[in-house]
Structures are given as structure tokens and as C-alpha cells.
T-cell receptor, first 113, second 114 residues
Framework: DTGVSQNPRHKITKRGQNVTFRCDPI?????LYWYRQTLGQGPEFLTY????????KSRLLSDRFSAERPKGSFSTLEIQRTEQGDSAMYLC???????????FGSGTRLTVV | EDQVTQSPEALRLQEGESSSLNCSYT??????LFWYRQDPGKGPEFLFT???AGEEKEKERLKATLTKKESFLHITAPKPEDSATYLC???????????????FGTGTRLTIIP
């Protein structure tokens, strides 16, 4: 595995439902990031893990959002009580050192109907 | 608040017609400036990191340069496969542990016409 893997690729959910996304980073990378991207915009930072510790969270990450990275390997991002405004591409990225530049996954596209 | 502004929003070039994309930024202290390429429906693909004014990096037909206020991505003799959205991002330097956030611009959508 040479890349960052995200599942599912697409998710359609009804408003008010909970959704969970998974990210498998490059195995030797200790840093993991979640970003959100809407159409025509650049990615917006959500949160960052170094190993299993969540070290930074954006103000964008409301109480309905939670992220985990158990054992410093894969990560999950959960959105509770989804709203239409949550519709976006959710991108995961990983790196070993900040100087390397992130490696992004292909993202999970969420549509809330 | 860190800010990144990219121009133009969209650019159409004939194959072989060289041009430059601009990224203007404001950040209290720059740790790094990143360029990414993004194809439709995919995640951004890392191109370059620049750390200090005067630095330049090249990859195939792309060359990135950095000043204290802006960065340019020069595209020389582009081919249709260079068509993509090019994103610029800054990483600030903060005196506290754990700051890894990138602030992205909205990108320049580049189309190369055969």
C-alpha cells in the first residue's frame, strides 16, 4: 500500500443520521489530518493527530464532529445528526514530517439529503 | 488570521503557451508554502514546499518561486495533461506545540487546449 486510503468513497445520508468515515494513512506516517472541501473552495483544516494524540482542532469542528485515531494507525471521523451544510468532500492526509508535504487520500464525498 | 489569495481563478492556455499562477499570502510567520495539484474528484497531489524568500523548485514543466508576500507557479510549454486545479497553501510558524494546519487558497483552474 503506497497511498492514503479512504472509505467509503461516496456516502448519501438523510438529514439527522450519523455517518462515520475511515482513513488508513501511509503506514510509516505518524501525522494524520482531516480536511473538508466544498465545491470551488480549497480544503479547510478540521483536525490533526500525531500518533494517537489529537493535538489540534478547528473551530469548524462542532460538537457534532468527533475524530479518533486509536493506536496511532487508522482514523475515523464521525458526524452526528448530519445537516445539509455538512455536504462536502472529506479529505484525509498523512505525513511523517511537516516538511514532507502531506499525502492526501481521494476523499469521501458526503451528500446529506 | 492567515490568508491565501490565488489568481487568476481560471486560466485557459493553448498547448505550449507558457504562463504563471499567483499566490499571495499573509501570515504572521511562514513555516512553509505548499503547492498542490488537484484533478476533479481526487485529493490534492503534493508538488512543492518552499521555505524562504528566493527559494525556487522545479519539476518537469513546473517551477515554483517564493517572495516574502507571494509565490508564483510558472508553467513552461504546458501539455493537456497539465490541466487541473492548482492549490497554494501556507503553514504558519507558531511558538506552541502541535501546529500543523495548512491554510489553502481557492485554487486556479488551469485548462490546456490541444
Amino acid at each position: 500500500d503506497t497511498g492514503v486510503s479512504q472509505n467509503p468513497r461516496h456516502k448519501i445520508t438523510k438529514r439527522g443520521q450519523n455517518v462515520t468515515f475511515r482513513c488508513d494513512p501511509i503506514s510509516e506516517h505518524n501525522r494524520l489530518y482531516w480536511y473538508r472541501q466544498t465545491l470551488g473552495q480549497g480544503p479547510e483544516f478540521l483536525t490533526y493527530f500525531q500518533n494517537e494524540a489529537q493535538l489540534e482542532k478547528s473551530r469548524l469542528l462542532s460538537d457534532r464532529f468527533s475524530a479518533e485515531r486509536p493506536k496511532g494507525s487508522f482514523s475515523t471521523l464521525e458526524i452526528q445528526r448530519t445537516e445539509q451544510g455538512d455536504s462536502a468532500m472529506y479529505l484525509c492526509a498523512s505525513s511523517f514530517l511537516h516538511r514532507d508535504g502531506y499525502t492526501f487520500g481521494s476523499g469521501t464525498r458526503l451528500t446529506v439529503v | 488570521e492567515d490568508q491565501v489569495t490565488q489568481s487568476p481563478e481560471a486560466l485557459r492556455l493553448q498547448e505550449g503557451e507558457s504562463s504563471s499562477l499567483n499566490c499571495s499570502y499573509t501570515v504572521s510567520g511562514l513555516r512553509g508554502l505548499f503547492w498542490y495539484r488537484q484533478d476533479p474528484g481526487k485529493g490534492p497531489e503534493f508538488l512543492f514546499t518552499l521555505y524562504s524568500a528566493g527559494e525556487e523548485k522545479e519539476k518537469e514543466r513546473l517551477k515554483a518561486t517564493l517572495t516574502k508576500k507571494e509565490s508564483f507557479l510558472h508553467i513552461t510549454a504546458p501539455k493537456p495533461e497539465d490541466s487541473a486545479t492548482y492549490l497554494c497553501a501556507v503553514q504558519p510558524y507558531r511558538y506552541y506545540f502541535g501546529n500543523e494546519k495548512l491554510t489553502f487558497g481557492t485554487g486556479t483552474r488551469l485548462t490546456i487546449i490541444p
